[in-house]
T-cell receptor, first 115, second 109 residues
């Protein structure tokens, strides 16, 4: 089945460590996104990419980095510079259309906790 | 970003229609209205979207007022599995979805 796979589902990190969250999609979507969700809150955009080898900062990019070497993959690295990394991280993808109206489809998320 | 306003919570009896309202009075002419829902500890699930015409799919119907300042998501026969947080979102450019805190729908027996 086509979809978006995020791994791992749960991740624990020691303070000062970088950690990479995986996101893979087999929907042949050009655009991919990373969001962060804190308890009781909506989602906030970290980074997005509309084409391979190109990505843009979202609203809360500080302390995060991404790469887009392949169309189907958009890994997110949470660096030690991110002071409050404990959160639920969601990856999404969508078709890129001229009218920019295509819906985003989400994975099931990775829950990151600091030990 | 066009801002949306939704009630914090709603209840609905199983088998009845659930009507979830959303106000988006500052929406601009080319902005779509999207509805997603999120069940606890899962990623948001896309439900439906529209620009100005009413839309229907296998999950729900979307009714958008003529002035586009508000919309209603209708789940025609709610089940316990429809219990979730429902988000009304107005799309902006470059694909950014701005999520608010949504409406927590509780479907009861």
């Amino acid at each position: 089945d086509g979809g978006i796979t995020q791994s791992p589902k749960y991740l624990f990190r020691k303070e000062g460590q970088n950690v990479t969250l995986s996101c893979e999609q087999n929907l042949n979507h050009d655009a991919m996104y990373w969001y962060r969700q804190d308890p009781g809150q909506g989602l906030r955009l970290i980074y997005y990419s509309q084409i391979v080898n190109d990505f843009q900062k979202g609203d809360i990019a500080e302390g995060y980095s991404v790469s887009r070497e392949k169309k189907e993959s958009f890994p997110l690295t949470v660096t030690s510079a991110q002071k409050n990394p404990t959160a639920f991280y969601l990856c999404a993808s969508s078709i890129v259309a001229p009218t920019n109206n295509q819906p985003q489809h989400f994975g099931d998320g990775t829950r990151l906790s600091i030990l | 970003d066009a801002k949306t306003t939704q009630p914090t919570s709603m209840d609905c009896a199983e088998g009845r229609a659930a009507n979830l309202p959303c106000n988006h009075s500052t929406i601009s002419g080319n902005e779509y209205v999207y509805w997603y829902r999120q069940i606890h500890s899962q990623g948001p699930q896309y439900i439906i979207h529209g620009l100005k015409n009413n839309e229907t799919n296998e999950m729900a119907s979307l009714i958008i007022t003529e002035d586009r300042k508000s919309s209603t998501l209708i789940l025609p026969h709610a089940t316990l599995r429809d219990t979730a947080v429902y988000y009304c979102i107005v799309r902006v450019d470059r694909g950014k979805l701005t999520f608010g805190t949504g409406t927590r729908l509780q479907v009861t027996l």
